[in-house]
């Protein structure tokens, strides 16, 4: 099974014309691929004793294949948060299921501008431009963006082994049906078609859904169930 971009979460606005803040939250998603049910991801975002923050999410396979197969996917990113964005420290995934597991752990050097990343055995040193973040944080910054009235926004973010820049069009509201009710939310799409995220305003900025296609083809879709 491809990798899960798993990562969101959990931002309040405070107003367009200030930073965005962050506060203590969890949250539950359920998690479908290709329309099939995999299980819930739970998400939990904290301020460390250093002013740092650590935001964690772990799915395991409870439906279906996932549940045969294993599948207990945990990502997890120690961040700082600067001027209403987020400044990835660490970045840790690891999947592991019956057929195999990967792992990928990128230490990020804000002072030299790069990346530091292992993947399984692989290893890479790249440049990262300022403002890149990592595939979990990325969440977080397009959240942003949206309580900032933003229309359109650019990341690079770190993957394996390089920045890439994404794009990403903020478009009207639209009615979103999840599992946690329905909510009038904003749609922000990636300009490749690879992902949507929804946010609404009454839930403060945290996604209500979020719609990625993996590596594979396959659509991997996340709906909020309880926050």
């Known amino acids: 099974m491809r990798k899960i971009a ?6 309040l606005a405070a107003g367009a014309a200030q930073a965005t803040e962050l506060k203590q939250a969890n949250a539950v998603y359920t998690v479908t691929r290709d329309g099939s049910a995999i299980g819930d991801s739970n998400f939990s975002l904290k301020q460390n004793s250093d002013g740092t923050w650590t935001l964690t999410s772990e799915t395991k396979g409870t439906s279906g294949k996932a549940r045969l197969l294993g599948i207990d996917v945990r990502e997890e ?3 700082r948060w600067n001027g209403g964005k987020p400044q990835s ?7 592991n299921s019956m057929i195999k597991s990967r792992t990928r752990h990128i230490e990020f050097d804000a002072a030299a501008q790069q990346a530091h990343s292992q993947e399984n ?4 040193t790249y440049a990262t431009p300022p403002g890149t973040t990592d595939r979990s944080t990325l969440q977080l910054l397009l959240a942003a963006a949206v309580a900032e009235g933003k229309n359109e926004i650019t990341a690079p ?3 394996r082994d390089r920045a890439e820049e994404q794009r990403y069009t903020v478009a009207k509201n ?4 999840v599992p946690a009710g329905s909510f009038s939310a904003t749609r922000v799409e990636r300009t490749d078609g690879k992902a949507i ?4 305003a009454n839930v403060g900025l945290l996604p ?8 594979d083809g396959s659509t991997v879709v996340l709906e909020l169930k309880q926050k």
Not at 208 to 215: A, F, P, Y
């Open 197 to 200: 995220n929804w946010y609404a």
């Open 6 to 11: 798993l990562g969101f979460l959990l931002v």
């Open 208 to 215: 209500v859904k979020v719609q990625q296609i993996s590596g």
């Open 89 to 95: 420290v660490v970045y840790d995934y690891h999947q």
């Open 77 to 79: 990113s120690v961040f």
């Open 157 to 159: 973010v770190a993957v």
């Open 121 to 124: 055995k692989d290893r890479f």
């Open 174 to 177: 639209e009615t979103v049906q």
